[in-house]
């Protein structure tokens, strides 16, 4: 319920790049097609991967470094929702 999906989808233009990958990022990307790379008993948390692909397609949209996409990815609106982050 409190998403940035879930609240603010409407701020962003549906058929932008940034629109696109809120509707359909998970649908592209899902967390299941990559759990076969990842052992459960070992290792620590990790983000989704299905999360990271996203945030890369972003930062590689944008062409910006490590660092900027993780401040985009805490401050700004149109990264938020795609990330479905909070």
């Given at each position: 319920i409190f998403s940035a999906r879930n609240q603010y989808l409407d701020l962003i233009d549906s058929e932008s790049f940034y629109g696109l990958l809120a509707r359909h990022g998970e649908e592209l990307f899902s967390d299941y097609d990559f759990?076969?790379?990842y052992d459960k008993g070992n290792g620590r948390p990790c983000i989704p991967p299905?999360?990271?692909f996203v945030l890369m397609l972003l930062q590689m949209y944008e062409n910006c470094s490590d660092y900027k996409a993780i401040e985009n990815s805490r401050f700004d609106i149109?990264?938020?929702v795609p990330l479905d982050l909070q």
């Open positions: 759990e076969d790379l299905g999360q990271m149109r990264w938020l």
